[in-house]
């Protein structure tokens, strides 16, 4: 029984980061998924597969997978280099390029 211990990224299509503060815990699949022949559908009989537990901190997640026995990989999360940049930025006069419109 191993798990995997990680935060998830931004996600893409919203602004807020509401999800990508917290860490979650997800056991490693298992079996693996099979396709269903008559829709086509993927399955899988692994229950655990289903189970996210979400933790405040990284250290509250490696605490729970020890106390009940799971061995677990930690995944830092990568450094985000984002830039902001605001919409009149555009019209800087210390802009590098040419304005074309």
Same mark, same amino acid.
């Given at each position: 029984?191993?798990?995997?211990?990680?935060?998830? !990224?931004? &996600?893409? /299509?919203? &602004? *807020?980061?509401?999800?990508?503060?917290? %860490? @979650? +815990?997800?056991?490693?699949?298992? =079996?693996?998924?099979?396709?269903?022949? +008559?829709?086509? %559908?993927? #399955?899988?009989?692994?229950?655990? #597969? =289903?189970?996210? +537990? %979400?933790?405040?901190?990284?250290?509250?997640?490696?605490?729970?997978?020890?106390? $009940? *026995?799971?061995? !677990?990989? @930690?995944?830092?999360?990568? $450094? !985000?280099?984002?830039? #902001?940049? #605001?919409? &009149?930025? $555009?019209?800087?006069?210390?802009?590098? *390029? =040419?304005? /074309?419109?």
């Amino acid at each position: 029984m191993t798990a995997r211990i990680y935060r998830p !990224a931004k &996600s893409a /299509t919203q &602004s *807020g980061a509401a999800r990508a503060r917290r %860490w @979650v +815990l997800e056991y490693e699949p298992e =079996q693996p998924r099979e396709i269903e022949p +008559l829709m086509g %559908w993927t #399955s899988s009989g692994d229950m655990k #597969s =289903q189970i996210h +537990l %979400w933790f405040d901190t990284k250290e509250e997640a490696v605490a729970y997978a020890a106390r $009940n *026995g799971i061995v !677990a990989r @930690v995944t830092d999360p990568a $450094n !985000a280099t984002h830039k #902001s940049i #605001s919409y &009149s930025d $555009n019209f800087k006069s210390t802009r590098l *390029g =040419q304005w /074309t419109h």
